[in-house]
């Protein structure tokens, strides 16, 4: 027999303590967010690239609280200023804060972002939001503060 199996533990020390640094490397790591394949700044950064214009947060707090001749505007659902959770305005349903100081998963998946900005826009202003009108509200959403 070789040594080894003789005495069987004698290995051990090395593997343990291998597993104990994995597990407490994986402990201390913070965990990934739980959407995010983006984050609120590179959205905006995308919208004023095409745009090609610098966004303006006055003119998205425009676009976002004022009604564009139909029934709703965006704080309708949204609330006004949305740090706080909304409420739809037909279905009551609670929605998570817009702005992202007040949620850290607004704003962090694109597919999310894209498909709610086309259907609300079109709920709200009857047509889609341009790439310069996304930047805009964008721009207001990050620098809200809770
Ligand atoms: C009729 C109600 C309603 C109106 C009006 C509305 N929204 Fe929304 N919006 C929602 C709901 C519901 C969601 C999904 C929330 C969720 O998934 O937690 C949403 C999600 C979004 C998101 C995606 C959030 C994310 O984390 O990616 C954006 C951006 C957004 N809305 C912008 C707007 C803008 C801009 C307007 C005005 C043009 C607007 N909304 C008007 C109901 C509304």
């Given at each position: 027999m070789s040594p080894i199996s003789l005495r069987p533990w004698s290995r051990a020390p090395g593997p343990v303590l291998a597993a104990l640094a994995c597990c407490a490397w994986l402990m201390t790591t913070p965990a990934p967010s739980?959407?995010?394949?983006?984050?609120p700044a590179a959205e905006l950064a995308r919208f004023q690239a095409e745009a090609g214009a610098p966004a303006d947060a006055a003119r998205g707090q425009r676009l976002f609280t004022q009604t564009h001749g139909r029934e709703w505007s965006c704080a309708s659902c949204h609330g006004e200023p949305p740090t706080r959770a909304g409420r739809h305005a037909s279905t009551g349903k609670s929605i998570a804060p817009l702005a992202p100081a007040a949620n850290p998963e607004a704003l962090t998946e694109r597919a999310r972002l894209d498909k709610w900005f086309r259907r609300n826009c079109g709920e709200v202003l009857g047509r889609a939001c341009t790439a310069a009108e996304k930047a805009d509200v964008l721009a207001y959403l990050t620098r809200l503060r809770p």
């Amino acid at each position: 027999m070789s040594p080894i199996s003789l005495r069987p533990w004698s290995r051990a020390p090395g593997p343990v303590l291998a597993a104990l640094a994995c597990c407490a490397w994986l402990m201390t790591t913070p965990a990934p967010s739980l959407a995010g394949d983006t984050t609120p700044a590179a959205e905006l950064a995308r919208f004023q690239a095409e745009a090609g214009a610098p966004a303006d947060a006055a003119r998205g707090q425009r676009l976002f609280t004022q009604t564009h001749g139909r029934e709703w505007s965006c704080a309708s659902c949204h609330g006004e200023p949305p740090t706080r959770a909304g409420r739809h305005a037909s279905t009551g349903k609670s929605i998570a804060p817009l702005a992202p100081a007040a949620n850290p998963e607004a704003l962090t998946e694109r597919a999310r972002l894209d498909k709610w900005f086309r259907r609300n826009c079109g709920e709200v202003l009857g047509r889609a939001c341009t790439a310069a009108e996304k930047a805009d509200v964008l721009a207001y959403l990050t620098r809200l503060r809770p």
